[in-house]
């Protein structure tokens, strides 16, 4: 079986499963670990919105659709204060990104209780800054003025 029928074959598992861990797919599947999971890296950058969950009762799964934020869109505004979460990673791990971004967005939504001074109506934004040997991502939401209070775990980014 070539690669391509084998990642086809394991999208349509995963979207009848909705929930797995890395090792049962590795097990119906009969490979390694380790080439499962690069194989649902693979999955995610084609596009399956996929949620992994840590630790001993985590696994994976495929995000709802109300769960996705389906549009990007270019926005060219004045002075903007964002909050939300943030991670720094090496260039190389840049792949991460689409499996560590809808954890964060996720985590985000569920805490926009906790930031202050939130601009409505809502607006979630994603920000990337490249650097040559790292780079910085961010998943936000707009705020009216700087919080007295970060929530903890969160950051805020100012766009002059």
Known sequence: MSKTQRLLELMDRVKQKRSFTVQELANEFHVSYRTMWR???????????????????????????EELINEVEVIFKSKSIYVGFSFVAPYIAKQE???LAPRLWLQLLNRLNEIENLKYPLQKI?????RKEDFSYFVTVEVNDRPNRIPNGMTEISIP
């Open 39 to 65: 194989y649902l890296q693979e999955l995610s950058t084609l596009g399956i919105a996929l949620y992994s969950e840590p630790g001993s009762n985590g696994g994976y799964r495929i995000l709802e659709k």
């Open 126 to 130: 994603a920000l990337a800054q490249y």
């Open 97 to 99: 990104t689409e499996i």
